[in-house]
């Protein structure tokens, strides 16, 4: 078994600033291990599988995130948990990035880097 210890990216924040970008990472890891299956609907995860994606879930999310979901044993539920706390940033966050970009505008700046700096926080 790999190395589960070391966390692979930064935890899911208790307040889900880092969500979106969570989400994808937590997606491509698990399936990098074969384990994408095990938070997908009707799957057939056997309980290894399952325990080896609950931790993984567990040490990448925030310990009050932890504490909330202590009795969640499927991998399954605690993502659609999670989606269930945090999917309405989709919802918050993609109408500022476009109204941020929108309003930008390489005048408001004193310098190209700011611009450039400013450009990607949008973009991210």
Do not use: C
């Amino acid at each position: 078994m790999t190395n589960i210890e070391n966390r692979k990216f930064t935890a899911l924040d208790f307040f889900g600033k880092n969500y979106l970008s969570w989400v994808l990472d937590v997606k491509l890891h698990l399936s990098a291990k074969k384990l994408r299956h095990t938070i997908d609907e009707d799957n057939a995860a056997s309980n290894e599988e399952r325990a080896t994606a609950l931790i993984f879930l567990r040490h990448h999310i925030d310990d009050g995130l932890k504490y909330e979901y202590l009795t969640v044993e499927n991998p399954l539920e605690l993502w659609q948990n999670l989606n269930d706390w945090f999917e309405h940033l989709k919802a918050v966050v993609l109408p500022k990035a476009l109204n941020d970009w929108a309003q930008l505008r390489f005048q408001d700046f004193k310098t190209v880097s700011e611009y450039n700096s400013t450009l990607f926080k949008i973009v991210s």
